[in-house]
């Protein structure tokens, strides 16, 4: 999904070492960025677009981490998404062919950053709408903080990734463990 990719521009070192990095910042993973979304806009982005997109991104985090600790009711913050979504106007068409099939196509009216980020901002409103908004998860590695979509059946994923963060949080646990049974056996 756009969304989650879009807030993990925000990357941080799961590993523990404390380091951040914010991709958009980052020429090469901004235009990686754009390009798997197939957004048309012109790069660099200047200092003030750079600061819209980092805004968005810290209204959406909120949402996601309202959401996350059990809230139900966002107020203001459909508001403000329903802003953010207003910036870009969508002609609908619909078309037809000789089969007798229709198809309805979406054309934006004003491509360019501010339509880019009516897109990200759209593309969470259709998970909250479409989608289970309780399956939204952060990684439960304090060090990670990953965001992502639970669709596993049993909603029941807690890391981003079982292999890394996970298995580095069962490793923290083991000897968190064995540092207290050996601390109280020291009297
Ligand atoms: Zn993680």
Redesign the pocket.
Known sequence: MIWDDFLNSEWHD?RGSGKYEDRLLNPYQLQSFMNRHQFLVNLPLDQEDIKYLQQLRSFLKEFVQYIVAGGTSPGWRIEELNRWMSEELVLRELHSNEEGNYTLSFRTMNPGLKGVAADIAASFATTLSEGESTRIRI???PD???IYYDDTRNRSKR???DK??GNLMKVRRFRAKKKLQSDTSDG
Do not use: E, K, R
């Open positions: 799961w990684c439960d590695n990670c903080l990953w890391y981003c990734d890394m963060c």
